[in-house]
C-alpha cells in the first residue's frame, strides 16, 4: 500500500476553525469556549476521510518571536493580539490532537511552515505528502507528490493546489512563487508592497526574467514608472524574499514510522469530549474506524431542490409557518413533509428581515447579526424550556433526542452547507414534537408570551451597541495598519500631519493644492490609493469609512428618546436649494450601499401594531425632470418605451440592441445620466467609472450625439444663469450663484 502523509499546518486551521464558529453558540456550562476545538476537530475527520492518509503529523507555531522577526522587527506586527477566547482553547487542542493519536511538532524561532519543509524534503521519496494549510507561502512546496489543500471558504472548501494548480492560478511554477510573493508584499504578514505596482506585474516581471535574482541582476533594464519603483524598494524586496523562503533544515528527524495513524484512542476523545460537553461529533469519529454509531441513522428521504426567488414567493403564500434552517451562504426551506429547497442567502435578505413566520433553531444569532428581524418558533428557546439544565440545546443534539433523528456524518459539517438541507426537512416534526411536550409541561403561554418576545426583545438591545463596538474595534485595527505602514504613530485625523506623512515622509504624489498644503480630503485620497496603492491610503480610507460609521451609531445612540424610539426634526429653512434636512439626528445620512451600512438600517422597526417601515421614491424622478425639461425626444421616448431607461439609453448611445446591453453598458450610462443632471464633467465621470478623462469625454460625446437636447438645455441652464446670477424651478424657487 503506498503511504500517503497528511501535514496539518495547526495554528493556522485552528484559527480558521475558531472565526468560522460563532464563540457564544460553542461553550460549556463552566463558560469554556470550544468552537475553535470542535471545528478543528470537525476538520480532521473530514480530511481524514477524504484523504485516507496512512501518516499525519501537525506543525505548530510556537510564538511569535522568530527568525524572521528578528530580521525584520515589523513582520507580523500588525496583526491584533491573540484573542483569549482563542487561547484557552489551544492545551485542549493540544490533547485532541493526542486522542487522534497524531503527533505534534513545533521548534522555538521558526513557524509551522518551516516544519512543513522539512518534513517535506524529509518524506517525498518514501510517500506522497498531502498539507492542509491556510498559507499561501506552501505553495513553493508544490511538486510532483507534493499537493497544498488550501481553504478557500471556513475550513471545508479547499483549493486542491498541484503544479498545474498553481501555474493555472499564478502563471508561474511553485518555484518562481516566494519571487513572486516578495514582489508581491504581503499585507497580512506586514510585508511591504512596491507603491504602484500589483500582481500582473510582478508576475510579468518573473516570467520575463525567470527569477528575482536575475530581475534584480538586470534591474536597471526595466522601464517606466514601475521600474523605478522596483528599484527604489529592492532593499525591501529581497529582505520579503529571505522572509518568504521556507527552512528545509530544521533539527527535526520523526522516523516515518512513528507518524503512522494508528485510528483514535476512543477512551481518550470520549473523556475530552465529555469535559467538553460536546457530544456531536461523537458517532462521526467512530465512522472513521469503520465501528456503527448507537444511534441510527435517518436522513431526510424527501426531495432537494433548488429554486430561485420567484418560486419561492409562491411557495411562502401556501403556507402559515416555515421551517427554515440558515447557513453561512444558503437558506433550506420546507413546505411538504420530505421535501426541502435551497437558495442563496444573498437573493432573499429582504425577505429574511421582513417575513415573521419562520420555525427556526437559534433565532438570536440571526437577529442579532441582522438577518432576521422575528421568528413565529425558536425551537432552541423550546428545548430549553423542556430542560433548563441541559447544555445539549444544539439543532443536531435536539433533533436526536426528540425526533431520532441522526445526521449523517457526512452532512453534519457545520462549516459547510450541505447539513442545512438535511435538518431543514426535520425542523416541522422538531416543532410538532417540542409543541406537545410543552402543552403537556403547560409552559406554551410561557414560551410564547414571554420567552419568545423576551428573545427579540434582548437580540434587538444588543444590535447597535454590537455595531458600535465592531466599528470601534475595526478603526483600531486599521489606525494601527497606518502607523504600520508609516513605521510611527501619527493624529490620522489632522490633515495637516497627514500631509506630512504623505506628501514629505513617503514622497507620495501631489494631489490639488489648497491653502494649507496638498488635499488629503477623501476623495484626494482615493485617487492616491487607485495612483499608487499604498497602504496607508487604505487603511486611512478605511478608517475614516468605520469612523462616519461609529459616528451615525453614537448620534443615533444618543438620539433615542424615552420610549425607546428616535424623534427626528425635519428642517424646512436651512438649505439653499430649498431641500429639507433631517437633524438630531440626521436621518437622511444613514448608509445603504454596503453590508455594513445595511446592518445599521436594520435597526431601525416599526412600531406594533405596525410591520413594516414604507419607503417611497420616485422612479428615476432625475432623468424625469430631465426630459421633461430639455424636451429631448429621444430621452422622451426612452420613458414611453416601457423599458428599462438605463438599459435602453445605453442600448442607444453603444448602438446595440437592448437585449446585448451588458451590466457594464449600464453602468456607465447610469452614472452618465445622473451626473448630468448635477454637472458632471468628464474628469467627474472618468473618476467615478475609473476609466481615463479621454474616455470619458468620448463616451460624453456619443451620448450627447444622440441626446443633444440635453445638451442643449445645460448650456442654456448655465447661458441664463450666468446673466442673471441664479436659476430658477418651474415653482419659481431661486438658487442665487453669485460665483458663477
Not at 437573493?347 to 421568528?375: F, M, N, P, Q, Y
Not at 504624489?509 to 499604498?534: M, Y
Request: aromatic share 8%.
Amino acid at each position: 500500500m503506498k503511504k500517503k502523509l497528511l501535514i496539518l499546518d495547526g495554528h493556522s486551521l485552528a484559527y480558521r476553525a475558531f472565526y468560522a464558529l460563532p464563540a457564544e453558540n460553542f461553550a460549556t456550562s463552566t463558560g469554556q469556549h470550544t468552537n475553535a476545538i470542535y471545528g478543528f476537530a470537525s476538520m480532521i475527520i473530514n480530511l481524514i476521510r477524504d484523504e485516507k492518509p496512512t501518516h499525519i503529523a501537525t506543525a505548530f507555531d510556537v510564538s511569535r518571536k522568530t527568525f524572521r522577526s528578528e530580521k525584520f522587527p515589523e513582520y507580523k506586527a500588525n496583526r491584533a493580539s491573540t484573542p483569549d477566547e482563542f487561547r484557552s482553547q489551544i492545551s485542549y487542542i493540544n490533547e485532541l490532537l493526542d486522542a487522534f493519536r497524531i503527533p505534534h511538532f513545533e521548534l522555538e524561532g521558526y513557524e509551522a511552515d518551516d516544519v512543513i519543509a522539512t518534513f517535506v524534503d524529509q518524506f517525498k521519496a518514501d510517500s506522497e505528502i498531502v498539507i492542509c494549510t491556510g498559507d499561501r507561502d506552501s505553495f513553493q512546496l508544490v511538486q510532483d507528490g507534493v499537493t497544498v489543500l488550501y481553504p478557500k471558504k471556513g475550513v471545508t472548501e479547499l483549493s486542491r493546489m498541484t503544479p498545474d494548480a498553481v501555474k493555472e492560478k499564478y502563471g508561474l511554477t511553485p518555484a518562481q512563487y516566494p519571487d513572486f510573493a516578495a514582489l508581491r508584499g504581503d499585507p497580512s504578514d506586514n510585508l511591504p508592497s512596491i507603491p504602484g505596482v500589483g500582481e500582473k506585474t510582478a508576475t510579468k516581471w518573473i516570467q520575463e526574467f525567470g527569477t528575482l535574482k536575475e530581475l534584480v541582476a538586470k534591474v536597471d533594464t526595466v522601464p517606466g514608472k514601475a521600474g523605478e519603483a522596483l528599484r527604489a524598494a529592492l532593499p525591501s524586496v529581497l529582505t520579503n524574499r529571505e522572509l518568504t523562503q521556507l527552512r528545509h533544515d530544521l533539527p527535526l528527524h520523526p522516523a516515518l514510522e512513528n507518524l503512522e495513524w494508528r485510528g483514535v484512542d476512543f477512551a481518550h476523545i470520549n473523556k475530552l469530549f465529555d469535559t467538553l460537553e460536546i457530544k456531536a461529533l461523537k458517532d462521526r469519529i467512530k465512522a472513521l474506524n469503520g465501528e456503527e454509531a448507537k444511534v441510527e441513522s435517518k436522513p431526510s428521504e424527501g426531495t432537494l431542490k433548488e429554486i430561485g426567488r420567484k418560486e419561492l414567493e409562491k411557495l411562502l403564500k401556501q403556507n402559515e409557518l416555515i421551517p427554515l434552517v440558515l447557513s453561512e451562504n444558503s437558506a433550506a426551506l420546507s413546505f411538504n413533509p420530505g421535501e426541502v429547497v435551497t437558495i442563496n442567502r444573498s437573493e432573499i435578505s429582504d425577505i429574511l428581515l421582513t417575513e415573521e413566520r419562520w420555525i427556526i433553531h437559534g433565532a438570536k444569532v440571526w437577529i442579532r447579526s441582522g438577518v432576521l428581524r422575528k421568528v413565529a418558533v425558536d425551537t432552541e428557546v423550546a428545548s430549553y424550556l423542556l430542560n433548563p439544565g441541559s447544555r445539549d440545546i444544539e439543532l443536531l443534539d435536539v433533533l436526536r433526542k426528540y425526533c431520532g433523528v441522526e445526521i449523517s456524518p457526512s452532512s453534519a459539517d457545520l462549516f459547510s452547507d450541505e447539513w442545512t438541507p438535511v435538518a431543514a426537512g426535520h425542523v416541522a416534526e422538531l416543532w410538532r414534537v417540542l409543541e406537545r411536550e410543552l402543552e403537556g409541561h403547560n409552559a406554551l403561554k410561557l414560551y410564547r408570551e414571554i420567552e419568545i418576545p423576551t428573545m427579540e426583545i434582548l437580540s434587538s438591545m444588543k444590535q447597535l451597541q454590537d455595531l458600535k463596538n465592531f466599528f470601534e474595534s475595526e478603526e483600531d485595527t486599521q489606525i494601527k495598519k497606518a502607523y504600520s505602514a508609516v513605521g510611527h504613530e501619527f493624529n490620522v485625523a489632522s490633515p495637516k500631519q497627514l500631509q506630512t506623512v504623505l506628501f514629505e515622509e513617503l514622497a507620495l504624489p501631489k494631489t490639488k493644492r489648497i491653502k494649507t498644503g496638498f488635499s488629503t480630503d477623501a476623495e484626494s485620497l482615493e485617487w492616491l490609493f487607485s495612483t499608487t496603492k499604498h497602504p496607508v491610503l487604505e487603511a486611512l480610507l478605511r478608517v475614516r469609512e468605520v469612523s462616519k460609521l461609529r459616528t451615525t451609531i453614537e448620534g443615533l445612540m444618543s438620539s433615542i428618546a424615552d420610549d425607546n424610539r428616535i424623534h427626528t426634526t425635519f428642517q424646512q429653512t436651512t438649505t439653499a436649494t430649498g431641500r429639507l434636512s433631517s437633524t438630531e439626528p440626521n436621518l437622511q445620512n444613514i448608509p445603504i450601499r454596503t453590508d455594513e451600512g445595511r446592518r445599521i438600517r436594520d435597526c431601525f422597526i416599526a412600531e406594533k401594531p405596525y410591520v413594516d417601515l414604507l419607503t417611497a421614491d420616485y422612479s428615476q424622478i432625475e432623468m424625469r425632470i430631465m426630459a421633461h425639461l430639455s424636451d429631448d425626444h429621444e430621452l422622451i421616448e426612452a420613458f414611453r418605451s416601457g423599458e428599462d431607461l438605463h438599459s435602453t439609453v445605453a442600448s442607444q448611445v453603444f448602438g446595440v440592441k437592448v437585449a446585448d446591453v451588458d451590466a457594464d453598458m449600464r453602468r456607465q450610462i447610469k452614472a452618465m445620466s445622473y451626473g448630468l443632471a448635477y454637472g458632471l464633467s468628464s474628469y467627474g465621470l472618468a473618476q467615478q467609472l475609473d476609466i481615463s478623462p479621454t474616455d470619458a469625454s468620448i463616451l460624453m460625446g456619443k451620448y450627447f450625439e444622440r441626446f443633444g437636447g440635453i445638451q442643449v438645455y445645460l448650456k442654456e441652464v448655465v447661458r441664463v444663469a450666468r446673466d442673471k446670477g441664479y436659476t430658477e424651478t418651474i415653482m419659481g424657487r431661486r438658487r442665487y450663484l453669485p460665483d458663477l
